[in-house]
């Protein structure tokens, strides 16, 4: 946890900027969110894996 924890600080920084309780608690949710998808896209372009999308028939 203190990794991931220092990961967030380090790239969206450790500062919130929000004032009232329910915002400061989404703008965290909005870093780890972030933070979650780009270790997904660097796991990804690490590992060579090429996303396939599903598609709609016509």
């Known amino acids: 946890m ?3 924890f220092h990961m967030i600080k380090a790239k969206f920084g450790a500062r919130i900027r929000s004032k ?6 989404n703008e965290v949710l909005c870093k780890v969110l972030c933070h979650n998808l780009c270790v997904l896209v660097q796991s990804a372009y690490e590992l060579g894996i090429e996303a396939t999308f599903w598609q709609a028939s016509a």
């Open 20 to 25: 009232t309780p329910v915002a400061q608690v």
């Open 2 to 4: 203190e990794t991931t």
